[in-house]
């Protein structure tokens, strides 16, 4: 099953790679930017986490420090951290990921792990 991914992203400085990004539902979150403000906010995103990338859109997404959110939002609050990057940032819709294990090599035998010394026998 193929469900779209939207993600916004917010960039402090048009000259900066530095990027800031939330998950968020595309349908709750077109009708919270279009001036919806009755839905929480919980229904927009995927989770209060925050996304970093100092490379880019190629780059590497990872958790900012403390530091790194009081410098560029004012505040480590993640609700108001959220709330900017929300506001100010560009939504991007990607391809889509899959929920499902697919393309798997069946020759490849159980995807479980023996860890007591018997080999693949023991399973």
């Known amino acids: ?12 400085d048009t000259q900066s790679t530095d990027e ?4 968020v539902n595309p349908a709750e979150y077109k009708k919270w930017k ?8 919980t229904d927009v995103v995927g989770s209060f986490k925050v996304f970093y990338s100092n490379q880019g859109a190629q780059g590497i ?5 403390k530091q790194q959110l009081d410098t560029v939002f004012g505040t480590t609050k993640d609700v108001d ?3 900017h990057i929300l506001e100010k ?3 991007q819709t990607g391809n889509g990921f899959t929920s499902e294990m697919t393309g798997m090599n069946v020759a ?3 995807l479980s792990v023996n ?3 018997k080999g693949s026998t023991g399973i």
């Open 108 to 110: 490849r035998g159980s």
């Open 20 to 23: 800031f990004t939330v998950i």
């Open 81 to 83: 951290v959220v709330t």
């Open 1 to 12: 099953m193929t469900k779209s991914l939207t993600k916004v992203v917010y960039q402090p």
């Open 34 to 41: 279009d001036g919806d403000r009755t839905i929480p906010l």
């Open 89 to 91: 940032g560009k939504d």
């Open 61 to 65: 997404l990872g958790t900012p420090s």
């Open 115 to 117: 860890s007591k010394g």
